[in-house]
């Protein structure tokens, strides 16, 4: 989400100023950097509400620019640069765009032709690297995790908890506890968290909005109604368009004038239980509790056939099958899938279970079924095959976008690239535009822009540019600051595709 920070060189209590809308005033946006110098933000003993208590904090951590930042952590050129992560294709998307791309106007979601040209020649656009963002997320639910034992993870970089020892704290301490936090993420991981508190998850949430770059907000009892009220309805929990149209059509665009209306109006427009539990949002009533997300299991449809598949073309179908059948109770079940598991039994009984792990949780039939196949192997190879199933893990109720349907609904057959139990999906090559396919080179295809290479001299480094057989490699990672750039001839047997998770060495 697009947000602006309350000015931050106010000690006048955020009550008495006007409530900046997430999404608004942009001419208040400023970089990341800019944020990082002013520290009034994270102050909030100064604050005349500073005493002020409620019965239960609840805390929405959300970290600031994640892909990007992934990247400019372990790519340390990256750094103070305007960063494009996403697919470069003619129908890609932005999947994150550093603070100092956000400056031109560069958003996620928007075509990446779009922020490129919003961004001009400085943009540095790489190609998302799932495998990483997953490590350094587990990092981060760690480091919070130690501080706050239950966590309601939303997605790679957000969650909600509500810790125990806050419970009827003051904004202060409330304010210094969240420092502590930001600071602790920061020292273990590298990357900066924003969080917002507030005496509900929705309050937490939009005082994440309005931490974002690198800041804390908590917003106190004391002001929570004047904030709310401010916002434009749709900011509301839970308010999709049609319930919004339905508030327009007699006139209630804020908040405010939601929750000035009688309950049973509310009730009247929105119906039943909706309504009600939303004009109590509206009013800042929110005791929905924090809680943990239910472990992960796995589902999953597997058949026995009556005959042995012996070739792949009666192997391919049959993994379309029972991949058709699992996403038909995962569509039952609600929840959507990072992990796609191949399990093949084959007519000595002995079982052969591969996986895929996608970079974001799907409930995309098609995107699943290509993992699927992925993962096939040659029963001609294998031996034959008695038995096939499709399950589906990494479960959650949060699904991300899907960034790149064009790219991974398109995955490569099993093509030898890793003999890894674990196949792990980094996103395809982007095919570069520019060069008819018949003529396409080795170089763009196999040493694109932003894959991670191994150097036997030098070591770690990143693909920053190839082409007319020559391919230009930056040394660098996590810990080495800044690494010089060399170009190689495209064949070089010095140089080797690498594991993008070295990049966090
Ligand atoms: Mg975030």
């Not at 125990?164 to 904004?171: I, M, Q």
């Not at 000035?260 to 109590?280: K, M, Q, T, Y």
């Not at 693909?463 to 810990?479: A, D, K, L, M």
Request: charged share 25%; hydrophobic share 40%; with cysteine.
């Amino acid at each position: 989400m697009d947000t602006v920070r309350e000015p931050a060189n106010s000690g006048i209590s955020p009550v008495h100023r006007p409530a900046a809308a997430p999404g608004g005033h942009p001419a208040r946006r400023r970089g990341a950097l800019a944020d990082a110098q002013e520290s009034d933000s994270n102050r909030t003993d100064s604050r005349p509400d500073a005493a002020v208590r409620a019965r239960r904090w609840v805390l929405h951590i959300d970290m600031d620019a994640f892909f990007a930042s992934a990247e400019q952590l372990t790519r340390p050129t990256l750094r103070g640069r305007p960063v494009l992560v996403g697919g470069t294709g003619a129908r890609g998307v932005v999947a994150g765009a550093s603070y100092e791309a956000r400056v031109f106007g560069a958003r996620s979601a928007m075509p990446m032709h779009q922020a490129r040209r919003l961004v001009g020649a400085s943009a540095v656009v790489v190609p998302p690297r799932g495998v990483v963002y997953g490590e350094l997320s587990a990092a981060v639910f760690d480091a919070l995790r130690s501080r706050i034992p239950v966590l309601e993870t939303l997605s790679f970089d957000e969650a909600f908890g509500e810790p125990a020892e806050l419970a009827g704290a003051t904004v202060a301490e409330v304010g210094e506890f969240c420092a502590e936090l930001r600071a602790l993420v920061r020292e273990r991981t590298g990357l900066v968290a924003s969080i917002g508190a507030g005496t509900g998850k929705q309050l937490a949430k939009i005082g994440s909005g309005l931490a974002k770059p690198d800041g804390i907000r908590v917003i106190s009892p004391a002001e929570q109604r004047e904030l709310l009220a401010a916002l434009p309805v749709r900011k509301l929990w839970g308010i999709g368009p049609v319930a919004e149209g339905r508030l327009r059509s007699v006139g209630i665009e804020t908040v405010g004038a939601f929750a000035a209306l009688p309950e049973f109006e509310a009730v009247s427009l929105l119906g039943g239980s909706i309504g009600a539990a939303l004009h109590r949002l509206a009013l800042g009533i929110d005791d929905r509790a924090v809680a943990e997300r239910a472990e992960a299991k796995q589902i999953s449809a597997e058949t026995t056939y009556e005959r042995d598949i012996l070739t792949m073309a009666q192997l391919r179908p049959a993994i379309a099958a029972m991949a058709g059948a699992a996403h038909r109770r995962l569509a039952e079940d609600g929840r959507a899938a990072r992990t796609v598991v191949l399990k093949l039994k084959k007519s000595d009984m002995s079982i052969v279970t591969r996986s895929f792990t996608l970079p974001y949780a799907t409930e995309d039939l098609a995107t699943l079924t290509a993992a699927a196949q992925r993962s096939a192997v040659d029963p001609g190879v294998l031996g034959a095959i008695r038995l096939v199933g499709v399950g589906f893990g990494g479960l959650s109720t949060i699904r991300q976008e899907s960034l790149f349907p064009e790219l991974d609904r398109d995955l490569p057959g099993a093509d030898g690239e890793t003999d890894s139990p674990e196949p792990v999906l980094v996103a395809p090559p982007a095919t570069e535009p520019e060069l008819p396919p018949a003529t396409r080179s080795y170089t763009a295809e196999y040493w694109y822009p932003g894959r991670d290479v191994s150097h036997a001299e030098y070591g770690h480094g990143w693909v920053q540019g190839s082409g007319h057989g020559r391919v230009t490699i930056r040394f660098e990672t996590r810990s080495t600051g800044p690494g010089p750039a060399y170009t190689f001839s495209a064949d070089d047997s010095n140089l080797a595709p690498a594991d993008p998770l070295l990049s966090l060495l």
